[in-house]
């Protein structure tokens, strides 16, 4: 790694692709002879309204989002997305969700506070180390929308295939695996993913809504909260989060140069492959979800005692790999290898695993 930088494994705030940073760098101190870096620019400039259009123009490119959709930067994180979801969707006041880990959980939670929310599946059960099967839920007729959590950050779980709505609008947290492989955008009516986990900083969430989900009925509504407020201006309503953007749209660009999202696809399965491998063989170590349904993104690991996790997790920091220790709902250690982690940083991590292994059994 250039720059003395470490294998950040963190599950967000996370790596950003290098070049990118790169450019960043060489643009900060004068942005292409404007005289000004773009944390300095108005919003209102020409200069910035290029920087947005584009950042939408390549994002739109990317996942091949139809015209019938609109694509919104809004504040908030995807935190905000838990309430402004049910406030602004539930017509009829009833949604299902699909509950498979710490986030839907807190999404649910705020939906509860808007309207009636089923939980149609759960895989609390078995501590959510698994999807599970939406092939054929009990879907009321006048439910407004079926929601998933599409990776679960925490708990290290993927839906491999989309639930089966019935016909129903489908609502996806992409958080944690945004861009990380191709999307059928028509198969959703809303997509949402807060950047700082596989794009770019914190303080923004991108949200992709189908055109007809936007209402002009809800004026009592905070301004902020409704979907139409940032439709109608562009994401430009108030301020928004110029440098999120900036960031991200850089980010667009460099996918579609690789190759698009097929082929970051395919760098992530690689990727992950190298990891998985290594967990089904390792005696020590081995993975907390089921085969079918991990996450590419998340991967959340453990030994067979709690003292030897913590051991493992000082191990690896002290040797350069940042940020593996487990989020304590689950424990042991999970390493986020997003996009921008290079496949050399998950082969030197699984060489320090399987070296520290070897020493322990001595
Ligand atoms: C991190 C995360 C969130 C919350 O994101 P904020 O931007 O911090 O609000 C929501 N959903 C998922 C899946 C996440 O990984």
């Known amino acids: 790694m250039k720059y003395g930088r470490t294998f950040n494994f963190s599950a967000g705030p996370a790596m950003m692709p290098e070049p990118v940073l790169e450019e ?24 910035y309204q290029q920087i947005i259009d584009d950042a939408e123009k390549d994002l739109r490119d990317l996942m091949g989002i139809p015209d019938n959709y609109k694509v919104l930067f809004i ?64 879907i009321p007729e006048d439910t407004d929308y079926v929601y998933i959590c599409e990776n679960e950050t925490i708990h290290g779980s993927t839906w491999h295939t989309l639930p089966n709505t019935k016909g129903h609008v489908l609502v996806s947290d992409q958080s944690s695996m945004f861009l990380s492989r191709p999307c059928n955008v028509s198969d959703y009516g809303l997509i949402y993913a807060g950047v700082q986990k596989n794009v ?49 749209g850089k980010v667009f660009k460099y996918l579609k140069n690789l190759g698009g999202l097929e082929a970051m696809a395919k760098i992530n399965e690689d990727k992950a492959k190298v990891f998985y491998d290594f967990l089904d063989s390792s005696k020590m170590f081995k993975g907390t979800v089921v085969a079918k349904d991990r996450s590419l993104m998340n991967v959340p690991f453990v030994t067979d005692s709690a003292e030897l996790d913590a051991e493992v997790v000082a191990a690896t920091k002290a040797a350069g790999y940042d940020n593996l220790k487990g989020h304590k709902s689950v424990g042991g250690l999970r390493a986020s290898i997003y996009n921008a982690m290079p496949k050399e940083g998950v082969e030197a991590l699984v060489n320090f695993l399987k070296d520290f292994e070897a020493k322990h059994n001595k």
């Open 75 to 138: 504040q908030g994180g995807a935190t905000l997305q838990f309430s402004m979801i049910p406030m602004n969707l539930m017509k009829n006041g009833k949604a299902v969700y699909i509950e498979t880990g710490a986030w839907s959980k807190k999404a649910i939670a705020e939906a509860k506070k808007v309207g009636d929310v089923i939980v149609a599946a759960s895989s609390k059960d078995k501590n959510y180390t698994y999807i599970p099967d939406c092939s054929d839920l009990d």
């Open 200 to 248: 770019g900083p914190a303080g923004m969430v991108v949200v992709i809504i189908r055109e007809d989900l936007i209402r002009d009925d809800l004026t009592d509504l905070p301004i902020y909260l409704q979907y139409k407020t940032h439709a109608d201006n562009g994401s430009m309503y108030n301020t928004p989060n110029c440098w999120a953007i900036y960031c991200c």
């Open 24 to 47: 960043i760098r060489d643009e900060m101190m004068n942005y292409r002879g404007s005289g000004m870096c773009v944390m300095e620019m108005s919003h209102r400039s020409k200069v």
